[in-house]
């Protein structure tokens, strides 16, 4: 009996198994039948988004492509234009520093006519016997005071001492003066100067009278300070010299070269109308044949600007 049920649970457990083997496959199919809309449903989604990302990707590569050339041309554009502008700048200031020195440094050359005071140091006492016996015969002295008259220029090397001062010329003058301190009366003198007897050829006293002058020709550096304004100081601080004397020495010498010294002022009046003052000393370091031509001056000038 035992054995019977045995038999038929083994039956049945066989034909469950069988039953299963067969309904497996079956199940398998439907499942992968149920999730393949779904996996395809998902790739597509996938693929539609790729797509629109594509799409998105070349529309902004078009506008890239499009925009890449203006925004060169812009640049370069942009570029050129700064360029230009800064030129333009430049140009201006240069202009406006052209116009500026030339309407305030336009008339810095000058030529100017001079007058005023002179005295030398020592009068002449050789102009008669004053030389040959000094002292005792000195009927031949002259004044030691006089007066002078002259003209000369100045024209501009630098305006600004070669870079190292500014607003501050350095000039170079060329100037010239007439000096006089008086006449004597040979007449009066008792005995003649050797200097005019050897011009008379004779013992006989010259009869008449004389002017003592000197003329002296100076060639100076000139610094003038305090560019663009109406007034203007100057200084020389060295100059040369040469000075002729009338008459000629006992020695029959003329020619004394020497040094000047100078300062002074000027102020535009009107334009380059100018008027000025100066105080100049002449010094020769020593005299000529007896005569000493050392001696200052002192007066004022006008000068036209060019």
Same mark, same amino acid.
């Given at each position: 009996m035992i054995n019977k049920n045995k038999k038929y649970v083994g039956a049945v457990i066989a034909t469950l198994a069988v039953a299963g083997l067969v309904a497996a496959p079956q199940a398998s199919a439907k499942k992968a039948k149920a999730a393949a809309p779904v996996a !395809?449903?998902?790739?597509?989604? =996938?693929?539609?988004? =790729? +797509?629109?990302?594509?799409?998105?990707?070349?529309? =902004?590569?078009?506008?890239?492509?499009?925009?890449a050339p203006s925004a060169t041309v812009a640049a370069a554009v942009a570029a050129d234009t700064q360029k230009v502008q800064e030129l333009d700048a430049w140009m201006n200031t240069v202009k406006?520093?052209?116009?500026? /020195?030339?309407? %305030?440094? %336009?008339?810095?050359?000058?030529?100017?006519? +001079?007058g005023g005071f002179a005295r030398n140091d020592a009068k002449r006492h050789d102009i008669l016997t004053g030389q040959i016996i000094p002292g005792v015969v000195d009927q031949g002295k002259t004044n030691q005071d006089g007066y002078y008259f002259g003209a000369g220029f100045d024209f501009g090397l630098t305006d600004n001492v070669w870079g190292l001062v500014d607003k501050t &010329?350095?000039?170079?003058?060329?100037?010239? &003066?007439?000096?006089?301190? *008086?006449?004597?009366n040979l007449a009066a003198q008792p005995l003649p100067s050797l200097v005019n /007897?050897?011009?008379?050829?004779? =013992?006989?006293?010259?009869?008449?009278? !004389?002017?003592?002058s000197q003329f002296t020709l100076g060639a100076s550096p000139k610094i003038k300070f305090m560019k663009g304004s109406d007034f203007r100081p100057?200084?020389?601080?060295?100059?040369? /010299? !040469?000075?002729?004397?009338?008459? $000629?020495?006992?020695?029959?010498? !003329?020619?004394? $070269? *020497?040094?000047?010294?100078? /300062? *002074?002022?000027?102020?535009?009046?009107?334009?380059?109308i100018k008027i000025g003052a100066d105080v100049r000393y002449n010094l020769t370091g020593r005299a000529v044949d007896g005569v000493n031509t050392n001696g200052l001056t002192a007066g004022g000038y006008l000068g036209i600007g060019f």
């Open positions: !395809v449903s998902k790739t597509e989604v =996938l693929e539609a988004q =790729l +797509r629109a990302m594509q799409d998105e990707i070349s529309a =902004l590569r078009a506008q890239v492509n499009a925009a406006s520093k052209h116009a500026e /020195t030339h309407a %305030k440094g %336009k008339d810095d050359n000058l030529i100017f006519f +001079r &010329d350095v000039m170079a003058e060329l100037m010239f &003066d007439y000096r006089n301190f *008086g006449e004597r /007897t050897a011009a008379a050829n004779t =013992l006989t006293p010259v009869r008449g009278t !004389v002017a003592v100057w200084i020389i601080p060295m100059g040369l /010299t !040469v000075n002729v004397i009338s008459p $000629p020495s006992n020695g029959v010498t !003329v020619l004394n $070269p *020497g040094m000047q010294f100078g /300062t *002074g002022a000027e102020y535009a009046i009107w334009k380059a």
